[in-house]
């Protein structure tokens, strides 16, 4: 036997089975009817909002991530303010992890990173192909020490350090 309520009584049938947030993130499509079967299971018609909570344990996973995203391509911890920017454009906003270190690859942090090796390497600044091409490189999973290696290795910095 199936039971339809109005949407007043489904704040408080949400809070029984801790659905709370459904409501209250939803308050506009609250108006629509709900069912609770014999199971005690509701069911809603008529919401229109997707849910982008993500279980604790995917968080931590997200989080973590966005600091490995930070010391690959940064060379250093993220701030707390940047971690979490960065996880929750992609636990709420939908956003992929490439699409963060692809962002955090084109920063002008990123750019300075990569002209401070080739002050220390090359003794010059990078040009605009050198940044192009390491920005990319570390946009596309390479580390910030696997750019300092291969800058290292090319012909220009052995032509220097004989």
């Given at each position: 036997?199936?039971?339809?309520?109005?949407?007043?009584?489904?704040?408080?049938?949400?809070?029984?089975?801790?659905l709370i947030?459904?409501?209250a993130a939803a308050p506009a499509q609250a108006q629509s009817l709900c069912v609770?079967?014999?199971?005690n299971q509701v069911s809603c018609t008529r919401y229109d909002?997707?849910?982008?909570?993500?279980?604790?344990r995917?968080?931590?996973?997200?989080?973590?991530?966005?600091?490995?995203?930070?010391?690959d391509v940064l060379g250093r911890d993220a701030e707390r303010e940047g971690l979490t920017d960065w996880s929750r454009t992609v636990i709420r906003q939908g956003n992929s992890l490439d699409d963060v270190r692809e962002n955090i690859a084109n920063s002008e942090e990123a750019k300075e990173r990569i002209n401070d090796i080739y002050r220390d390497v090359l003794g010059r600044e990078a040009d605009a192909d050198g940044l192009e091409t390491w920005s990319?490189?570390?946009?596309?999973?390479?580390?910030?020490?696997?750019?300092?290696r291969e800058i290292l290795e090319s012909d220009e910095a052995r032509s220097k350090n004989p």
């Open positions: 036997m199936k039971t339809t309520l109005k949407a007043s009584v489904v704040k408080s049938v949400l809070s029984v089975f801790g947030s459904l409501a609770v079967n014999p199971y909002f997707q849910d982008n909570r993500r279980p604790v995917e968080r931590r996973e997200v989080r973590q991530e966005v600091r490995d995203i930070y010391e990319d490189a570390l946009e596309d999973g390479e580390s910030l020490d696997d750019v300092r």
